[in-house]
């Protein structure tokens, strides 16, 4: 039997808080089957002494666009999730509306085909909402993690379509807006936001309300507005928020100017901004998810007005949003909380994610702490960022997934590991690659 010994400062924010320990990692399995104090019976051994370093879960992304299929050369599973692990997400959930749009049986199979084959990371996939409900019937049982709904579908989608994606244990993710917000056309940022302002998205949860019952599992994705959240955790709904609606992008880039921010929803004024922070800090958001949304970079120095909207992020949000723990604005447990459990709870993953402890998913990230400069996107597609030169926490120094050493800083990619759909997995399809 294949062992790995991970040895570090240990934090989990459950079972450790910076304890210096090692985890055991059966590495054939790809799950912890120990912690102990010392590097005992294992056939490899790493070892992290350096004061700088701690070693959490992996982070886990639930909103991502991998593009893949058509869209290929925006972006695919291969180097998405590339990017991901350099980033520190070891478990991303990828969205259907590439092109083709993803909502048939069929064209699930293919695009959970193509993450087997190619993700560097944990992965699953959301389904767009099909034509018929016995349609959606089939496509719950193929390893999706749950049903998206965009504005579009808001008029044909019903109560049925949601009590049977949750009967399988799935969730039903939401975009946060009418249909209506979406036909706004402008060549001004300024402009864009009060088209598309903060009343669609309450306006959305509360149509919502009229659609799903009480506590249903649906969650609220990239929320921009306070009202939003407030409206979504009255109903019961989960809700997360994404780093660029959290962070002063405009602090050092002219986004009223430029598509390298254009973005939907909106990025919102430093009052709403201000007002959404405050939210993350009184434990009213249950997640951070990036909303990775790559585009060529010649689609993105298109003029303003016809240029697509998106962030591309996924290598780079964990390590900005460790500044906050660096600089004392929220604890290390928190950001675990909006980073592991909390996707991992929403998800209903939280027995095989976010935790070190024996059963637990051996995927770990060495993280070296300390303030340094954003100087773009290496493993991407997508190499432009509105975030160059922001001040990161920390950055990646090694990643490990079911135990098996990924990514180095210094040396770059090592290996690609067995990946899993954890969502085959529970339903009793264990599929590694």
Same mark, same amino acid.
């Given at each position: 039997?294949?062992? *790995?010994?991970?040895?570090?400062?240990?934090?989990?924010?459950?079972?450790?808080?910076?304890?210096?320990?090692?985890?055991?990692?059966?590495?054939?399995?790809?799950?912890?089957?120990?912690?102990?104090?010392?590097?005992?019976?294992?056939?490899?051994?790493?070892?992290?002494?350096?004061?700088?370093?701690?070693?959490?879960?992996?982070?886990?992304?639930?909103?991502?666009?991998?593009?893949?299929?058509?869209?290929?050369?925006?972006?695919?599973?291969?180097?998405? %999730?590339?990017?991901?692990?350099?980033?520190?997400?070891?478990?991303?959930?990828?969205?259907?509306?590439? &092109?083709?749009?993803?909502?048939?049986?069929?064209?699930?199979?293919?695009?959970?085909?193509?993450?087997?084959?190619?993700?560097?990371?944990?992965?699953?996939?959301?389904?767009?909402?099909?034509?018929?409900?016995?349609?959606?019937?089939?496509?719950?049982? %193929?390893?999706?993690?749950?049903?998206?709904?965009?504005?579009?579908?808001?008029?044909? #989608?019903?109560?049925?379509?949601?009590?049977?994606?949750?009967?399988?244990?799935?969730?039903?993710?939401?975009?946060?807006?009418?249909?209506?917000?979406?036909? &706004?056309?402008?060549?001004?940022?300024?402009?864009?936001?009060?088209?598309?302002?903060?009343?669609?998205?309450?306006? &959305?949860?509360?149509?919502?309300? &009229?659609?799903?019952?009480?506590?249903?599992?649906?969650?609220?994705?990239?929320?921009? *507005?306070?009202?939003?959240?407030?409206?979504?955790?009255?109903?019961?709904?989960?809700?997360?928020?994404?780093?660029?609606?959290?962070?002063?992008?405009?602090?050092?880039?002219?986004?009223?100017?430029?598509?390298?921010?254009?973005?939907?929803?909106?990025?919102?004024?430093?009052?709403?901004?201000?007002?959404?922070?405050?939210?993350?800090?009184?434990?009213?958001?249950?997640?951070?998810?990036?909303?990775?949304?790559?585009?060529?970079?010649?689609?993105?120095?298109?003029?303003?007005?016809?240029?697509?909207?998106?962030?591309?992020?996924?290598?780079?949000?964990?390590?900005?949003?460790?500044?906050?723990? #660096?600089?004392?604005?929220?604890?290390?447990?928190?950001?675990?909380?909006?980073?592991?459990?909390?996707?991992?709870?929403?998800?209903?993953?939280?027995?095989?994610?976010?935790?070190?402890?024996?059963?637990?998913?051996?995927?770990?990230?060495?993280?070296?702490?300390?303030?340094?400069?954003?100087?773009?996107?290496?493993?991407?597609?997508?190499?432009?960022?509105?975030?160059?030169?922001?001040?990161?926490?920390?950055?990646?120094?090694?990643?490990?997934?079911?135990?098996?050493?990924?990514?180095?800083?210094?040396?770059?990619?090592? %290996?690609?590991?067995?990946?899993?759909?954890?969502?085959?997995?529970?339903?009793?399809?264990?599929?590694?690659?």
């Amino acid at each position: 039997m294949s062992r *790995c010994c991970i040895c570090g400062k240990l934090y989990d924010g459950i079972e450790l808080r910076g304890e210096y320990a090692c985890l055991v990692v059966d590495v054939e399995s790809g799950s912890i089957v120990d912690v102990r104090e010392k590097p005992l019976g294992c056939s490899e051994k790493h070892v992290y002494n350096s004061a700088s370093t701690i070693i959490t879960p992996s982070f886990i992304d639930m909103h991502v666009h991998l593009r893949g299929l058509s869209l290929a050369y925006k972006e695919d599973e291969e180097t998405g %999730t590339k990017a991901a692990i350099a980033g520190g997400i070891g478990l991303v959930v990828d969205m259907p509306n590439t &092109s083709p749009y993803i909502n048939t049986v069929e064209l699930v199979i293919t695009k959970l085909k193509a993450l087997a084959q190619k993700s560097y990371t944990d992965y699953s996939l959301y389904t767009g909402l099909p034509k018929t409900i016995e349609q959606l019937k089939e496509i719950v049982l %193929t390893g999706v993690a749950g049903l998206k709904l965009y504005p579009s579908d808001y008029y044909r #989608v019903d109560e049925k379509a949601i009590e049977i994606v949750n009967e399988h244990g799935l969730i039903v993710i939401v975009h946060p807006e009418l249909p209506e917000a979406s036909k &706004s056309i402008t060549s001004f940022e300024e402009c864009r936001q009060a088209h598309r302002s903060c009343a669609w998205e309450i306006a &959305s949860v509360k149509l919502l309300t &009229s659609i799903a019952t009480r506590n249903s599992r649906v969650h609220i994705t990239h929320a921009t *507005c306070f009202k939003t959240i407030e409206e979504a955790r009255n109903y019961g709904f989960t809700v997360d928020v994404t780093p660029h609606h959290l962070l002063n992008v405009s602090e050092s880039y002219n986004y009223y100017l430029d598509c390298l921010a254009k973005v939907n929803p909106p990025l919102r004024d430093n009052v709403e901004r201000g007002k959404l922070v405050k939210a993350l800090l009184l434990n009213l958001v249950d997640a951070i998810a990036s909303d990775h949304a790559p585009h060529s970079p010649k689609e993105k120095s298109y003029p303003y007005l016809v240029c697509p909207a998106g962030i591309a992020s996924i290598e780079i949000w964990p390590r900005l949003l460790w500044r906050l723990v #660096v600089e004392r604005i929220m604890g290390a447990d928190e950001l675990l909380r909006l980073c592991v459990w909390g996707p991992a709870s929403i998800l209903g993953l939280d027995n095989l994610y976010g935790r070190f402890a024996p059963g637990y998913r051996g995927n770990i990230v060495v993280w070296e702490i300390g303030f340094e400069r954003v100087d773009g996107l290496e493993y991407s597609k997508a190499r432009y960022t509105p975030y160059w030169m922001f001040i990161a926490g920390g950055h990646v120094k090694a990643h490990y997934i079911g135990g098996k050493l990924v990514y180095n800083k210094h040396i770059g990619f090592i %290996t690609r590991p067995k990946t899993i759909n954890p969502f085959e997995r529970l339903k009793g399809h264990e599929s590694e690659h």
